[in-house]
């Protein structure tokens, strides 16, 4: 792992952070809390920046995150929690126009300002995954046969076929047609060298599949639509490509006759008027099914451990840094960093959402408990509670940290 890789995970995490916190914020606003202090980074405290809404926000000396201080999240001392919030917190609220304490507010008002942060990590990571897509493009199902793939030293890269081009007709040449061309190069399309044999329009792979396997052993002419030779833009986008097709004694196991491999989806830009709304469409899919297979990770993991196997497909942050590096995301610029911090977001918002002590989750679990122990004594269980799942959860980053290095060690 370099520094740059290091400090560059270091800056994603801590703006995930912040914005988990300034969910937790902007909800304690919105319910009426009085929140005392909004931190940039973690105490101590460096400088205070301003005080406004009667919030003092300040910087920190810890360049990591943020965190918010509410009034009234610690039971008080003297009478531990009242039992339901007091009328007359409320009542003192509604005639001073005051804010009121945290432990004030009703169930369902705690329970929002709690998982308010987590919210904001999904949210975020909506937001990353639709500039992504807004720029790249929206990943689209296709039926022709595109191109998505060529094998090294086939037929197909001697011939100069690059991916990323669509199949629309195939030519078999008859044997004194273009005889001194090379298979590695496009020809230049010359009416003295077009073969006698009409063209087939092809419209799907299996089309492409069954004119080359009938005329395996034969020089098949492939017309093209799409990026250009090297991905170089030219102006008519259509090319044509000689390829010899391999019969089956020629052909390596695992290849086609050709070399090339067909691709079932591509990334399609629409009229600007139509990406914005697709691009969140798709945003929105790709933040759904990566909370689904985190909970569904999150679960094998579990199951492991209670079965006394050590996980060993996760990772901690020295895993995910490493593992990052090794793909190139730190270097392939900035929508590959705003992709990844968008999945480390969701993620992290998944975690949050457990039913562990400790972790919001947790804490809105036992919002609920007192409805049915009441307030004190669920504030006294989940006291007890907390120190187990900080201690489950220290071990827990221990045991990843101790794996991620040896993996970094040992890869084998």
Not at 107 to 116: L, M
Not at 182 to 211: C, E, F, H, W, Y
Not at 229 to 234: D, K, P, S
Request: net charge neutral; proline share 7%; hydrophobic share 45%.
């Amino acid at each position: 792992m370099t520094l740059v890789s290091i400090i560059t995970f270091s800056l994603v995490l801590s703006l995930i952070v912040f914005v988990h916190e300034l969910g937790h914020f902007l909800a304690a606003m919105w319910a009426g809390v009085k929140v005392e202090e909004f931190g940039l980074g973690f105490p101590p405290r460096a400088v205070r920046l301003f005080k406004r809404w009667g919030v003092e926000f300040s910087l920190n000396w810890v360049p990591f995150g943020g965190f918010v201080k509410m009034e009234g999240e610690e039971p008080p001392d003297d009478a531990g929690w009242p039992s339901r919030p007091r009328q007359s917190d409320k009542r003192l609220t509604q005639l001073s126009g005051r804010r009121q304490p945290f432990y004030a507010l009703s169930a369902g008002k705690r329970t929002g300002v709690i998982v308010a942060g987590v919210a904001a990590n999904f949210i975020f990571g909506l937001v990353a995954f639709t500039v992504v897509f807004s720029r790249v493009g929206i990943p689209t199902q296709l039926a022709e046969p595109r191109v998505g793939q060529v094998a090294e030293d086939s037929p197909a890269a001697q011939a100069g076929l690059p991916a990323d081009v669509t199949i629309t007709a195939i030519q078999v040449l008859g044997p004194d047609s273009a005889p001194d061309q090379s298979a590695g190069q496009p020809s230049d399309q010359s009416a003295d060298q077009l073969p006698d044999l009409p063209a087939i329009p092809v419209k799907t792979p299996d089309d492409v599949i069954a004119v080359v396997n009938t005329h395996r052993g034969r020089r098949l002419r492939l017309s093209t639509t799409g990026e250009c030779n090297n991905h170089v833009a030219c102006s008519s986008q259509a090319q044509q490509f000689d390829i010899y097709a391999r019969t089956a004694e020629e052909t390596p196991q695992g290849e086609g006759s050709l070399g090339i491999g067909f691709t079932n989806s591509a990334l399609k830009f629409f009229p600007w008027y139509e990406m914005p709304v697709r691009s969140a469409w798709v945003g929105f899919q790709q933040t759904t099914i990566l909370i689904l297979l985190t909970l569904q990770g999150l679960g094998r993991v579990f199951l492991q451990l209670f079965g006394g196997v050590v996980p060993q497909d996760v990772a901690g942050p020295i895993g995910i840094v490493h593992q990052a590096q090794q793909s190139g995301i730190f270097e392939e610029g900035a929508l590959a960093l705003l992709n990844f911090a968008g999945i480390i977001s969701v993620s992290i918002g998944v975690m949050n959402l457990l039913p562990i002590p400790i972790v919001d989750g947790g804490r809105a679990v036992f919002v609920g408990l007192e409805q049915v122990l009441g307030r004190s004594r669920a504030s006294r269980i989940e006291g007890y509670a907390n120190y187990g799942g900080m201690a489950l959860i220290v071990a827990l980053i221990v045991a990843v940290t101790v794996l991620d290095i040896s993996r970094i060690i040992s890869p084998s």
